[in-house]
Nanobody, 114 residues
């Protein structure tokens, strides 16, 4: 499974960004799609995940600000990030679980700064 992520960048506090990730290659079905992030000096953490049926879960600090969505027909996952805060600054990674594959995208930088 190959993943291509896009959409990172520099945004001011309170601004919005949308991250997208497309999965390609040979696989049977995608069970779960997710976004993780890793800030400098910190461990990678789960930001949001979504199941095949659309059940979404979020890390507490992003609840109410971030929305994860997926297009099963196109094998894509998106993360809409609103009201961004400086503490959201990190490299964001998409992750796709399509057994037996557990694949990671290349990471996209999100910087929230005035």
């Amino acid at each position: 499974v190959q993943l291509q992520a896009s959409g990172g960048g520099l945004v001011q506090p309170g601004g919005s960004l949308r991250l997208s990730c497309a999965a390609s290659g040979s696989f049977n079905s995608i069970v779960r799609m997710a976004w993780y992030r890793q800030a400098p000096g910190k461990q990678r953490e789960l930001v949001a995940s979504i199941s095949t049926r659309g059940y979404a879960e979020y890390e507490d600090s992003v609840k109410g600000r971030f929305t994860i969505s997926r297009d099963n027909a196109r094998n894509t996952v998106s993360l809409l990030m609103n009201n961004l805060k400086p503490e959201d600054t990190a490299v964001y990674y998409c992750n796709v679980l399509a057994p037996p594959f557990d694949s990671w995208g290349q990471g996209t930088q999100v910087t929230v700064s005035s």
